[in-house]
């Protein structure tokens, strides 16, 4: 077992989990104040892992725990008394617990792409609330309990369009804490109902403009002002969720591993950010306690709808190839919108480039000063949708912000990803293929990885014979 610590890279402070910070005390001086639990790799670690991982093959709650902090905080069997409390609360109330899922090669997805390689896709749609998000709020709701050690259970709170406050009712229903979920006025009527179902009170609110940030966040921001806990899939204002949500990558891969070998690439769709921070992030774990030995280039992929990821990417690109004097469009050309899309299409060349000096240089100093002024100036990089009101068939993904942008970040200048923004075309293309040559009932935001395939393999970055992971993350409804 491992006790994590708790790192912010703007101040570069760091806090003891059991201390019960969600998000750094030292917010809102401007900074990109987000924690990240860090933990001493070492081979005894890494083979206790792997016995807990055989030894509790079906349950993601168990089989990763000594990685996390929650375990740390609560103490073994306080965890495990939880996590199984959790569990049967899930299993009563939603017909099934969180469960390992499945990793599947596809063979006739993989050849409509004109793929000669593996493409393997890992289906969520069968967890409690239709899709991953139950994962990320799984793990913070065991690290609540950790703190809470038999006290009050205190409010919750959530800002989501759908999937997250879904997976947010049915646990907090399962532990039996009360949730307040704050969703836009197009949230589909499904939701509401199966919301309402959980004894969730669902506060709509209208969007006026955009630039401001999205209302949603907003409320849900003031309600946490006035006491309400975090409980939200956004590792800025609760970083125990990423914690939660890294079980999805440790499963996928050691399952990889069973097939085998890794991917070369793994491709995720992105709103918020915190499922591909907390893939990126479980991989890197696993990278560092020498489980896996190489690590697959992460890419991340956006709608045209909104996508202040991408944007974020491009400029903090730019100032790394500043930094090193490496030919790049310079960061004015694409401050707006339609010079985003102008440079993701023309400049491919040069993206490369930068794309590859950070991967072979990511601990020099040209990266490394990029890095601390992204933390020391998000607002450089990284700023409210300011476009048209966002709208897509992949409607799960348009937040107004990527807020796990700046260790997605990393994890795409670590291992040598790119982020994509997929046009409508190939958001609507990706989801037929995989109701097509899948079996999986995936909806349109959780396939939106297979759009940013697309556009990767249109490109050329991802050639005929990789092996490819994605992650088809919601339900069709």
Not at 261 to 276: E, F, N, S, Y
Not at 399 to 418: N, P, S
Request: with cysteine; aromatic share 8%.
């Amino acid at each position: 077992m491992t006790n994590p610590t708790l790192f912010c890279p703007a101040c570069q402070s760091e806090y003891d989990p059991a201390d019960g910070h969600f998000a750094c005390p030292k917010a809102g001086d401007g900074r990109e104040h987000i924690l990240d639990a860090r933990f001493d790799a070492s081979p005894e670690l890494a083979e206790e892992l792997l016995e807990s991982w055989r030894g509790y093959p079906d349950d993601p709650l168990r089989a990763f725990a000594c990685l996390g902090a929650a375990q740390g905080v609560a103490g073994r069997p306080a965890y495990r008394d939880a996590a199984g409390r959790l569990q049967q609360g899930l299993a009563r109330l939603e017909g099934a617990p969180l469960a390992v899922t499945p990793l599947t090669s596809t063979p006739k997805l993989a050849r409509a792409l004109g793929m000669s390689g593996t493409l393997a896709v890992k289906d969520e749609t069968g967890q409690p609330g239709g899709s991953h998000k139950v994962r990320h709020l799984a793990g913070t709701m065991l690290y609540l309990e950790a703190l809470r050690a038999g006290g009050p259970k205190r409010p919750l709170a959530i800002s989501s369009c759908g999937n997250a406050a879904l997976a947010a009712a049915c646990v907090a229903r399962a532990a039996g804490y009360s949730l307040t979920a704050f969703v836009p006025e197009d949230v589909h009527p499904v939701v509401l109902r199966l919301l309402r179902e959980r004894g969730v009170n669902p506060q709509v609110v209208a969007r006026l403009s955009t630039g401001g940030g999205d209302p949603c966040y907003l409320a849900f921001r003031d309600a946490v002002w006035r006491g309400a806990v975090p409980f939200c899939c956004s590792g800025r204002d609760n970083w125990s969720n990423i914690e939660g949500g890294q079980s999805l990558g440790y499963e996928a891969a050691l399952q990889w591993l069973g097939m085998g070998g890794g991917p070369d690439h793994i491709v995720l769709q992105i709103g918020g950010g915190a499922l591909a921070r907390s893939v990126a992030g479980a991989w890197n774990n696993l990278d560092a306690l020498g489980v896996v030995r190489d690590m697959p280039r992460i890419h991340a992929c956006q709608t045209e709808g909104a996508f202040p990821f991408a944007r974020a990417w491009l400029l903090l690109l730019a100032e790394i190839a500043r930094n090193a004097g490496c030919a790049f469009p310079p960061a004015s050309g694409y401050a707006t919108l339609a010079g985003v899309r102008q440079v993701l299409s023309e400049e491919q060349d040069a993206i490369a480039n930068v794309v590859e000096f950070a991967r072979a240089a990511f601990r020099s100093s040209p990266v490394r000063d990029a890095l601390r002024a992204a933390a020391a100036s998000p607002e450089r990089f990284m700023w409210s949708w300011d476009g048209a009101p966002p709208h897509s068939l992949a409607h799960g993904i348009l937040d107004d912000e990527t807020y796990d942008w700046y260790f997605l970040a990393q994890a795409l200048l670590r291992t040598g990803g790119q982020a994509v923004v997929a046009p409508e075309a190939l958001i609507a293309q990706a989801h037929e293929l995989a109701l097509t040559h899948t079996l999986v009932n995936v909806s349109a935001t959780g396939s939106a990885g297979l759009a940013g395939l697309l556009a990767l393999r249109q490109t050329g970055i991802v050639p005929d014979n990789a092996r490819v992971g994605l992650f088809f993350t919601g339900l069709n409804r």
